[in-house]
């Protein structure tokens, strides 16, 4: 796919998010793959970045079953965090702004120091120095939240928001309970859904970086993906609870 068509992707994309409008999945019109998708995915951050926003960190998706049979991938995939996603913890979030969002439980891991994916004995475990509860908002831009792998790089994974909970030093988050919490519902699950371990998610992340060559600087936060399967997003408070980690809230009006 040319660098042209790869940019009226990411245009039709952002259109979508910006109009509140879902898009059919691109895979029903276009033949595109990861390399495509991956690049529409830079193009859209560079929408944005060319808007005034900042690069904050990385998200994964489909790092537990739960998310994988929700929604039909089985492939660990990246997107992209920036400052204009960031919601306060407890701060009232705008679901106007949506289409349909989600809320994810999730682990965040905070670097404090760059990672250089190329270089074979980096060790990522050892540039995090802290650990917090999150909560992610995802907001597919596609119809009806249905797409191929390829659809979802390409839309950044989904990303629409994050909040963030009281940081701590590192510590073992290995295998704690996990509750998610709507006005509406109750997810329940344990760390030990993403990969085994959240830190697994950190490895899974380094190789796809690696490949993708997406850069992770000092202070980016990585959100390690959804303990378990997505819950609508609806008015009210919103909370996730990670045993040993507390607790991170937001709400939405
Ligand atoms: C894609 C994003 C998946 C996760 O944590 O697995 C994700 C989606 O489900 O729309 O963020």
Same mark, same amino acid.
């Given at each position: 796919m040319s660098t042209p068509d790869r940019l009226e992707l990411a245009l039709s994309l952002r259109t979508a998010a910006h109009l509140r409008t879902p898009v059919p999945s691109l895979a029903d019109t276009h033949s595109l793959d990861l390399d495509d998708a991956y690049a529409v995915q830079e193009a859209l951050l560079g929408l944005r970045q060319a808007g005034g926003e900042r690069l904050t960190g990385v998200k994964l998706g489909f790092t537990s079953k739960a998310k994988m049979a929700q929604m039909g991938v089985c492939e660990i995939i990246v997107g992209r965090l920036t400052d204009a996603m960031r919601v306060g913890d407890g701060a009232e979030v705008d679901?106007?702004?949506?289409i349909h969002p989600r809320a994810e439980p999730e682990v965040a891991f905070r670097l404090s120091r760059p990672v250089d994916?190329? @270089?074979? /004995?980096?060790d990522i475990a050892a540039c995090v120095d802290a650990v917090a509860p999150a909560i992610e908002i995802i907001d597919s831009r596609y119809q009806d939240f249905r797409f191929t792998v390829t659809d979802v790089v390409a839309d950044n994974t989904s990303a629409a928001g994050y909040a963030v909970g009281p940081w701590r030093p590192l510590? @073992?988050? /290995?295998?704690k309970a996990v509750r998610l919490r709507t006005p509406q519902a109750e997810a329940v699950g344990s760390t030990?859904?993403?990969?085994?371990?959240?830190?697994h998610a950190l490895h899974a992340l380094l190789g796809i970086c690696r490949r993708r060559r997406i850069p992770l600087a000092a202070g980016q936060i990585v959100l390690?993906?959804?303990a378990t399967a997505a819950l609508p997003l609806t008015p009210g408070v919103t909370s996730c609870d990670i045993a040993g980690l507390g607790t991170v809230t937001l709400k939405g009006r």
């Open positions: 679901l106007s702004g949506f994916p190329d @270089d074979p /004995a980096t510590t @073992d988050v /290995a295998n030990a859904a993403i990969l085994g371990a959240p830190l390690a993906g959804a």
